[in-house]
């Protein structure tokens, strides 16, 4: 069964029609084809907070707690965490790629520990898969190429099915194009 999602529904309905596509993604992507809510959730409110939007961000919390009920808090701190390190690891992981692999080709950058604390990776409130998932979709965002690739690489060794992580990336995808149309329809 498809979770319910009041909160979101009434947020995409004040997309302007000229983001009706839009409108009808947000609520597509989620339905659950393949990732459980928690999965699907998860990684849409991780890709929000990412994206820094507040409005996004809220409704799909609200949504989570309805259709999560006691797991609700481990897919909310997880998806805050896994935004938090991704802002961080995006940047720092892509900036060592591209030197490493640009046309000077500095390995040494690439051989350098990083020396950042990510231990919740570790150990998530909700589980590795459904963590690795929310990062996924944050790579995607930040079109991380190093990340994307550890990432995806992480949820196939769990036995995540390559179908679940286009899932995740559509999902993040669309968050964006939600974050941005609720921007665009300020002005």
Not at 46 to 70: E, M, Y
């Amino acid at each position: 069964m498809p979770p319910s999602l009041p909160a979101l529904e009434a947020l995409r309905d004040t997309l302007p029609d000229d983001l009706k596509d839009l409108r009808l993604n947000a609520a597509a992507v989620l339905a659950g084809e393949i990732l459980d809510p928690a999965q699907a959730l998860g990684t849409a409110l991780a890709a929000a907070l990412f994206l820094r939007s507040r409005p996004l961000a809220q409704a799909l919390a609200a949504d989570i707690r309805t259709n999560l009920g006691d797991g609700a808090a481990a897919v909310i701190a997880d998806a805050t965490a896994a935004a938090g390190l991704m802002a961080m690891n995006t940047v720092y992981f892509r900036f060592r790629h591209m030197v490493a692999h640009g046309r000077e080709g500095k390995e040494s950058y690439a051989a350098r520990p990083a020396r950042l604390r990510m231990g919740r990776m570790a150990q998530p409130a909700t589980g590795k898969p459904t963590f690795e998932m929310m990062s996924l979709g944050c790579a995607a965002l930040a079109g991380c190429e190093a990340c994307i690739q550890s990432h995806e690489a992480s949820l196939l060794q769990f036995g995540v099915s390559e179908d679940a992580c286009h899932d995740a990336v559509r999902i993040a995808a669309v968050m964006s194009g939600v974050a941005c149309g609720l921007d665009a329809g300020t002005v």
